[in-house]
């Protein structure tokens, strides 16, 4: 702490304070061993308005990923500290340690708007190159080309607009030019997109929850990767329901234990999901149950042709869906399918089909009268049914 507190004042990140706010300091250990400093904010985060500026959504960006086959990964030294603290608010900075009482000049870490602010920052920098074999996801940064001279000229590109902005990366963790690549949570390849390793060994040894706050944590961990889990809505749907109500209590029981390891195992036995080809056909599977939807996008490739899934996506059903009938209720899950993956299925080469199991729905653009539902749900153009 105190070696930390002293090589800050040298480089002008804190200095000596007189402020009447205090907040505690700590250090929080990384996976990586790494032991970045951390202040409680808590206090100031709940009189702080917040800055409504989104984050990437990493999903989306690693489906543009078709054709690449060389990957470079970027991580930004001290990122935060690269912005100031607006002059005249230092004093709500403050922070003590057993040597004396300081105040951050610069960002520190535990700022509620930080990610967003700094979020901000990056985005204006590399505002030309988002989509273009660029993602920055606040101090990551990602680049992927499909050949490797224009790998070499984006990475150079990119390092060249680091260094006009003063940005500067650790080098112990960067890697360039690699055929797979680690990238927040995801292993990325030519081939496609899977869970890192160790989050499936994460989710294998996971305990069984016994408090609310284990449930909504191993949730919030599932949530993130459900794209690999085909109908995750429905098989994660009990385990969801101990939620409802907000308890403060949790009322496990063997049904929730049966659905707890079902769905360690579906993780754990997780496809790699293929980059989308807008060159090919795709094709839009979907079912609906009583308790929930789902559907899942895929394409004929390889040699000899072979479907294979490029993404799920499934949805737990509200009380009022489930009052739905079964047409309608398959037809939800198609209305969900073609606004999750609009963006690939509109910009396709190919028209798309969609197969379901209700053969009814076949008829439905051809109906002379709609109830209200379907006539909202009709929006959509018409597609190939079978």
């Not at 002008?12 to 032991?35: C, E, N």
């Not at 509620?112 to 074999?133: E, T, W, Y």
């Not at 390793?197 to 993130?224: H, M």
Request: proline share 5%.
């Amino acid at each position: 702490m105190e070696t930390y507190v002293s090589e800050s004042l040298e480089q002008g990140y804190i200095r000596p304070s007189t402020s009447p706010a205090s907040s505690s300091f700590f250090f929080v250990k990384k996976m990586d061993g790494g032991l970045p400093p951390c202040i409680d904010y808590r206090g100031i985060n709940q009189i702080t308005v917040r800055y409504s500026y989104p984050l990437p959504l990493i999903a989306s960006a690693i489906k543009s990923m078709h054709g690449a086959h060389f990957f470079t990964k970027l991580d930004l030294r001290s990122a935060y500290n690269l912005v100031r603290i607006r002059e005249g608010d230092e004093w709500k900075m403050a922070f003590s340690t057993t040597s004396g009482h300081y105040e951050y000049l610069v960002m520190p870490y535990g700022l509620m708007n930080g990610p967003s602010v700094f979020q901000a920052f990056v985005d204006k920098i590399f505002r030309d190159l988002h989509g273009l074999g660029v993602v920055v996801y606040i101090d990551d940064i990602l680049i992927y080309s499909a050949t490797r001279a224009e790998h070499v000229s984006l990475v150079r590109k990119v390092l060249g607009r680091l260094l006009e902005h003063d940005l500067y990366v650790k080098a112990e963790k960067c890697l360039f030019f690699q055929q797979s690549i680690s990238f927040l949570g995801y292993r990325i390849s030519k081939s496609g997109v899977e869970m890192e390793n160790d989050r499936i060994s994460a989710v294998r040894n996971w305990p069984t929850p016994t408090t609310v706050k284990e449930v909504q944590r191993f949730l919030g961990f599932a949530n993130y990767y459900q794209r690999f889990i085909r109908g995750f809505g429905q098989v994660a749907a009990l385990i969801t329901s101990l939620l409802k109500g907000e308890p403060v209590r949790l009322q496990w029981s063997a049904e929730a234990d049966r659905s707890f390891s079902h769905l360690k195992a579906l993780f754990t036995s997780a496809p790699v999901l293929p980059h989308p080809d807008p060159s090919l056909a795709f094709i839009v599977e979907v079912d609906a149950s009583e308790a929930g939807i789902g559907a899942m996008l895929s394409q004929l490739s390889g040699t000899p042709p072979k479907l294979r899934p490029c993404a799920f996506v499934s949805k737990k059903l509200s009380s009022a869906e489930r009052n739905y009938d079964v047409g309608d209720r398959e037809l939800l899950a198609v209305v969900k399918a073609l606004k999750a993956w609009r963006h690939w299925l509109e910009g396709a080469k190919h028209p798309f089909f969609i197969w379901t199991d209700h053969r009814n729905l076949e008829y439905i653009w051809a109906a002379r009268r709609l109830n209200p539902r379907q006539a909202r749900w009709a929006m959509f153009s018409p597609v190939l049914f079978s």
